[in-house]
């Protein structure tokens, strides 16, 4: 797995952990303290960014905890009934490629 570089805060209550593939994981607070404890992640260790007012979690509705259709439900909450989450966690989400099918399947 990819080494976690950085972290950032959001007014929203969300952090957003940056790792070293150029991958960002953003999450709710909760989320941030299981993840910490799965995989062994010192945030202490960690570069921690200035706080954000505005982060991909509540603008984007994109997250390691949220749906992936981009409602803002948590996963597994949503009323698309997907249980997959938006982004996963220390992997690069390709909003290029995103944004293509998208848009896409909207002309078939």
């Known amino acids: 797995m990819s080494k976690v570089i ?10 957003t952990l940056f790792f070293d593939n150029g991958a960002d994981s953003p ?40 749906c992936e259709c981009g409602s803002g439900c948590k996963v597994g909450e949503c009323d698309c009934g997907s249980h997959k989450a938006h982004h996963e966690f220390g992997v690069k989400f390709d909003s290029f490629g995103a944004i293509m099918k998208a848009f896409s399947h909207n002309f078939k």
């Open 6 to 15: 950085q972290y950032q805060k959001c007014r929203c209550g969300a952090v």
């Open 27 to 66: 999450m709710f607070q909760e989320t941030l303290e299981m993840v910490v404890k799965e995989f062994g992640i010192d945030l202490s260790q960690v570069e921690e960014l200035p706080q954000s007012c505005c982060c991909n979690h509540c603008v984007n509705h994109w997250g390691i905890d949220l």
